[in-house]
């Protein structure tokens, strides 16, 4: 484990959660908001747990506990910087292609 003085969440990543914000609101009212504050608080875990996670092009890829999504994240230093929460049940060459996009 790396010791983490602060997390960064890149302006995609915010896309991504507004977007699962919405599909899960769509099944059912104030699920999305519930799936909203389970990721972040997965994200908050990142403060003891980060770089313990397989990494995936490039990235760490850490689950998330309550929803069947992926947090990718690397480290710089002292810093964990995440760049995208994306669904688990993508299809994997379009995960791929959002990760390569948001590393360049």
């Not at 990543?13 to 919405?22: I, T, V």
């Not at 309550?66 to 002292?78: D, G, V, W």
């Not at 995208?84 to 994997?92: E, F, N």
Request: aromatic share 16%; with cysteine; hydrophobic share 40%.
């Amino acid at each position: 484990m790396q010791k983490v003085s602060d997390i960064r969440v890149v302006s995609e990543c915010f896309d991504d959660l507004k977007a699962g914000q919405h599909f899960y609101n769509q099944s059912e009212q104030g699920v999305g908001d519930y799936f909203y504050d389970s990721i972040i608080a997965d994200i908050h875990s990142l403060i003891l747990y980060a770089g313990i996670h397989p990494k995936v092009v490039g990235l760490y890829r850490m689950a998330a506990k309550r929803f069947p999504y992926f947090i990718y994240y690397f480290t710089e230093n002292t810093v964990v910087y995440v760049v995208a929460t994306l669904p688990m049940r993508r299809y994997p060459k379009w995960i791929i292609k959002q990760l390569q996009q948001r590393q360049t």
